[in-house]
């Protein structure tokens, strides 16, 4: 008779065992479903466009950005892809190679590098002396990673280049 119940108390021991693990399961499956309920999406403004020739058939472009967290904790930026388009024309397509840290609250400045050929710039060439305010288009994803996991962010950018 005690070895029965000596045997029901350790079965019962593995099953409360086991249902704490399995609804600790399912509140961490349930917090990365509210991620992104949570999580503030990270905004991303262009300051800048620096041109430096390369060659006499290419230049590089480095989009120097203003990266924003809204959040109340630190994001990272794990990876980032871009396309800028001036007066609605694609010039180049951009890739950030290294994660950067992105503080709570706070805004900060990344560089992303473009390579383009200077036969894609022709038309916005001249429309670059001509105009002061030239407008553009930065779109691109986003993937951010903080204490929630790993969320990818497409966005869109439209704004004035002068």
């Known amino acids: 008779m005690k070895n029965k119940l000596i045997s029901t108390a350790i079965k ?27 999580l503030q999406k990270p905004s991303f403004a262009l300051r800048k466009v620096i041109l430096s020739p390369v060659s006499f058939t290419e230049s590089n472009l480095l989009l120097d950005l203003d990266a924003q967290n809204p959040n109340l904790f630190n994001l990272t930026l794990k990876s980032f892809e871009c396309s800028i388009y001036l007066k609605n024309e694609e010039i180049g397509n951009g890739r950030l190679e290294k994660e950067i840290l992105i503080p709570s609250v706070s805004t900060t400045r990344i560089q992303v590098p473009l390579n383009v050929k200077y036969k894609d710039l022709r038309g916005i060439l001249k429309v670059l002396f001509a105009e002061r305010d030239l407008p553009y288009k930065l779109e691109g994803n986003a993937n951010v990673s903080s204490v929630f996991g790993s969320i990818n962010f497409p966005f869109s950018k439209e704004g004035q280049i002068d």
């Open 12 to 38: 019962s021991r593995k099953v409360r065992f086991r249902c704490g693990i399995l609804l600790l399961f399912a509140f961490s499956i349930c917090l990365m479903s509210c991620a992104q309920l949570l």
